[in-house]
T-cell receptor, first 112, second 113 residues
Framework: NAGVTQTPKFQVLKTGQSMTLQCAQDMNHEYMSWYRQDPGMGLRLIHY???????DQGEVPNGYNVSRSTTEDFPLRLLSAAPSQTSVYFCASSYPESGEQFFGPGTRLTVL | GDSVTQMEGPVTLSEEAFLTINCTYTATGYPSLFWYVQYPGEGLQLLLKATKADDKGSNKGFEATYRKETTSFHLEKGSVQVSDSAVYFCALSKNGATNKLIFGTGTLLAVQP
């Protein structure tokens, strides 16, 4: 049982490049979420999903797209990276109303 | 809107000292409250939770009580260890929406031997 996995662990992009952060979970959780963590700001919700085929925006969705074609996978796409997207990105999953989110190890992204 | 405020760090303590990290929240209705811990280089892990007023969450010697009258959920531990050094996040969720946590800014705890 790997839990929540994220790839890559580190990534450096140039302004304007695109990329996809991968997230997968093997716990059959319905709920999945993406957060970004910035110094002095805690974690902020980017996008979330309550099941395959259903996604919605969180607090800071601009510049990011998501899709949820399977229960297991929830990729986060940056279409045109900007320096303001330099951050650590965490994926998380949970059962509805379970009271606990399980977090992946994070992806540290730097946009130059 | 809903929000969580926690004390700024870093908090530096000697081993076996008493720990308190303050957390207050603003939310309508009856949120669930959580403390998550992030060890260096890792993702967040749930430390404890409370889902209704006067509930006490506890785990690994840490405790926090859901106080609705003061809208607080302060984290305490009687005797900290070096291994407790980490960043601690207070968080809330509404209506069972465990995929939509609202986090505080985090408090770095450094425990010295």
């Amino acid at each position: 049982n790997a839990g929540v996995t994220q790839t890559p662990k580190f990534q450096v992009l140039k302004t304007g490049q695109s990329m996809t952060l991968q997230c997968a979970q093997d716990m059959n959780h319905e709920y999945m979420s993406w957060y970004r963590q910035d110094p002095g700001m805690g974690l902020r919700l980017i996008h979330y999903s309550v099941g395959a085929g259903i996604t919605d925006q969180g607090e800071v969705p601009n510049g990011y797209n998501v899709s949820r074609s399977t229960t297991e996978d929830f990729p986060l796409r940056l279409l045109s990276a900007a320096p303001s997207q330099t951050s650590v990105y965490f994926c998380a999953s949970s059962y509805p109303e379970s009271g606990e989110q399980f977090f992946g190890p994070g992806t540290r992204l730097t946009v130059l | 809107g809903d929000s969580v405020t926690q004390m700024e760090g870093p908090v530096t303590l000697s081993e076996e000292a008493f720990l308190t990290i303050n957390c207050t929240y603003t939310a309508t209705g009856y949120p669930s409250l959580f403390w998550y811990v992030q060890y260096p280089g890792e993702g967040l892990q749930l430390l404890l939770k409370a889902t209704k007023a006067d509930d006490k969450g506890s785990n690994k010697g840490f405790e926090a009580t859901y106080r609705k009258e003061t809208t607080s959920f302060h984290l305490e531990k009687g005797s900290v260890q070096v291994s407790d050094s980490a960043v601690y996040f207070c968080a809330l969720s509404k209506n069972g929406a465990t995929n939509k946590l609202i986090f505080g800014t985090g408090t770095l705890l450094a425990v010295q031997p």
